[in-house]
T-cell receptor
């Protein structure tokens, strides 16, 4: 398909791990990104991964990339209530360098 | 903190009126982007500049929309003859194009437009 796809909702208990999944569209995409958006705010860059990497870890965040399946995931360890937000996956396609293409976002709700 | 700044944060206007939004990018960034976000959707690309040159425009950017970046610093987005369908959050982002095209986009907090 033409769209970056994400599941819309995820609920977890505080202290558990969260895994947010994304399927992107272009096998020649160079970079894949994860952004976080809190209510009424803009997008905050969380992390990104270059397409020649399989994994990237940054403190509580782990990004896994499966290029064969065009699948990207974001794992948040020890999820906190402050992690409740919408998480967007985005790709930088090889054919249209410059812009990013975003998914619809996954609403993460963390219960105490 | 010298992040991306957008003004105003909120704008309410009547259908048919013109509106203009301003974006000040991170000072050393030479690329500037405009996106639109409606409720429940991800950001949709509108246009982007490298320095003062407008390099790409989306099909979403109808004749009523115009963006400028006259001196390669701040940018304005104008919507003429607003329609209710223009109601959305308008997001500005900037990045630094150096070696390659891998610089991530840094977003402002957006301008929320409501057309009544």
């Amino acid at each position: 398909g033409e769209d970056v796809e994400q599941s819309l909702f995820l609920s977890v208990r505080e202290g558990d791990s969260s895994v947010i999944n994304c399927t992107y569209t272009d096998s020649s995409s160079t970079y894949l990104y994860w952004y976080k958006q809190e209510p009424g705010a803009g997008l905050q860059l969380l992390t990104y991964i270059f397409s020649n990497m399989d994994m990237k870890q940054d403190q509580r965040l782990t990004v896994l990339l499966n290029k064969k399946d065009k699948h990207l995931s974001l794992r948040i360890a020890d999820t906190q209530t402050g992690d409740s937000a919408i998480y967007f996956c985005a790709e930088r396609r090889g054919s249209t360098l410059g812009r990013l293409y975003f998914g619809r976002g996954t609403q993460l709700t963390v219960w105490p | 903190d010298t992040g991306v700044s957008q003004d105003p944060r909120h704008k309410i206007t009547k259908r048919g009126q013109n509106v203009t939004f301003r974006c000040d990018p991170i000072s050393e960034h030479n690329r500037l982007y405009w996106y639109r976000q409606t409720l429940g959707q991800g950001p949709e690309f509108l246009t982007y500049f490298q320095n003062e040159a407008q390099l790409e425009k989306s099909r979403l950017l109808s004749d009523r929309f115009s963006a400028e970046r006259p001196k390669g610093s701040f940018s304005t987005l104008e919507i003429q003859r607003t329609e209710q369908g223009d109601s959305a959050m308008y997001l500005c982002a900037s990045s630094s194009y150096g070696q390659g095209d891998n610089s991530p986009l840094h977003f402002g907090n957006g301008t929320r437009l409501t057309v009544t």
